[in-house]
């Protein structure tokens, strides 16, 4: 054993022994579990988070090493088919259409399943897989999202599992350029590089991005790039970029008025023109008369239809409920004022405070996308990566709280007939805002 090494060991025995458990149960989390053992999957997240607390605690100021050991603990899911989340399936057959030049807005699985032409290869695994409620639904997936579907459909060909690696492997390098630009936004900001470990050995990032392929990773490397161009005043690139990041996932949208102070009108007129052109020329490649009628139709269902992991929703429901309010109507009026309320509060977080530098716009974004999820009907475990990386760049951690509670949510895929329980809810909640408002009077004080 080199010299170097057996140093190392000695002197880090701790941190090596905490990191080869880590090991252990990515494993054991990537190729012996599945989603309905719920008391499996929580003991195994919940030894993964505190496993990650100590190690940053221990090596926070040691780079390489977490660099190394977040980089493994990815690699041990590479022939893992995800276990959380069924949406790879839909993934691959999206992709597959793109490879063939058919727009995937245009075509729902379950027609494309009885036509013995259709260029899909494993078409009936896949078609199985995705679920019926995805089979009969548009794709809702932006384009940029179609082209990386399509490409590594096309790297992977007839095989399902080379599909799968070729995603992860996109997955990944993403991850490592939001650790690099991260790291390099801070130092711009004043903050500690180091933070930026927060983000990227959190087992939820770790978990549903590199496991479970949802590329929320993707969308945030496009986004922290662009903050970071923007921190160097290349307005201008910044936002080609951004539109990037919108073209992964939509998310980035409701930030957009955020820059409108930061920037001054000119300037932030010119950073939205660049941003919609750019996300135009994006989406032209699959433009037909009736594009915006299914993806649109599609979108609307987040609002008035699905219901997941929901907070404020509950609550309101539970009380109209309680006065013969009927669920699934309920539900359809409480989508339509969801997004009344979302342009309110962006409205507020944009033109109410006085100084308006880029710590202020990361940190409105932080408040705005909290209360956005607060009173959304649906928050998968992954839609809280984007709050992590935010929290990074500020001095609030009530978010990596979430990452770890959110767990709680994966009960409902152990009952057969997927109900949630309100206690678990209630404990995910409770953990959450508590948290929340010890740092808002932790700061207070400060002040």
Known sequence: MPNTLSTFLKLHKVSFIL???SLLF???FAYHLERTDFIKLLTLFIGLFILCLKLIQFEKWNYRFL?????IFRFVFTF???????????FI???HLVANHINPYLHLPKELITTSTIPVPNAQELFDGMGSLSAKHYSNYPPLNQFIFGLSSFIGGNSIIASIIAMRCIIIMADLGILYFGRKLLKNLN???QHIFWYFLNPLIIIELTGNLHFEGVMLFFFILSIYLLSLKKWYWAAMVMACSISIKLVPLLFLPLFFTYLGWKKSLLFYCITGITSLLLFSPFYTPVFIDH??????????????NSSLYNIAKKTAVHFDAKPWEFIKEYGKITPLLTIFIVGL???IPKKYDLNRVLWSMMWVLTIYYFISTTVHPWYIIFLVLLSVFTSYRYSIIWSAAIVLSYYAYSQTDFKESLWFLGLEYISVLGYLIYEIVAHRNKK
Do not use: V
């Not at 660099?67 to 980089?71: Q, T």
């Not at 893992?80 to 839909?90: I, V």
């Not at 993806?295 to 997941?308: A, D, G, I």
């Open 19 to 21: 990191a080869m458990l």
């Open 26 to 28: 990515y494993y054991t």
């Open 67 to 71: 660099l190394a050991i977040g980089l």
């Open 80 to 90: 893992a088919e995800p276990n959380l989340s069924q949406d790879f399936y839909r």
């Open 93 to 95: 057959w999206d992709g």
């Open 191 to 193: 903050r500690s590089p």
């Open 295 to 308: 993806y649109m139709s599609t979108l609307s269902l987040w609002f008035s239809n699905f219901e997941f």
């Open 349 to 351: 977080f944009t033109f």
